[in-house]
């Protein structure tokens, strides 16, 4: 079965760190790129970062440039989320999503981020 399992995710205080993994398994990981999204409550999901395939290009949301650090391990089948300075306001459900140049998806089922004041 083709999925992508996130793990990673806590209770953090503010100013703290979680590094969030997303491993994949039954497709090939190389051919997809990874994007990280977070739901926080009563808000829509928002996309956070994403890692293109071979070439590895990042892309941010403003808000976390320069704080967050997408990567990932083609030998692994695994994306990184490292979140470095969380603020309250980024406690949400963190999901990863895979695509591949057809624009077909795979989700994760998220991992709980909670950031405490």
């Known amino acids: 079965e083709a999925q992508v399992v996130e793990s990673g995710g806590g209770l953090v205080q503010a100013g703290g760190s979680l590094r969030l993994s997303c491993v994949a398994s039954?497709?090939?990981?190389?051919?997809?790129?990874i994007c990280w999204f977070r739901k926080a409550p009563g808000k829509e999901r928002a996309g956070v970062s994403c890692?293109?395939?071979?070439?590895?290009?990042?892309s941010y949301t403003d808000s976390v440039k320069g704080r967050f650090t997408i990567s990932r391990d083609n030998s692994k089948s695994t994306a990184y989320l490292q979140m470095n300075s969380l603020e309250p306001e980024e406690t949400a459900v963190y999901y990863c999503?895979?695509?591949?140049?057809?624009?077909?998806?795979?989700w994760g089922q998220g991992t709980q981020v909670t950031v405490s004041s």
């Open positions: 999503k895979a695509r591949n140049f057809r624009g077909y998806d795979y």
């Open positions: 039954g497709f090939t990981f190389n051919n997809y790129a």
């Open positions: 890692i293109s395939t071979y070439d590895g290009k990042t």
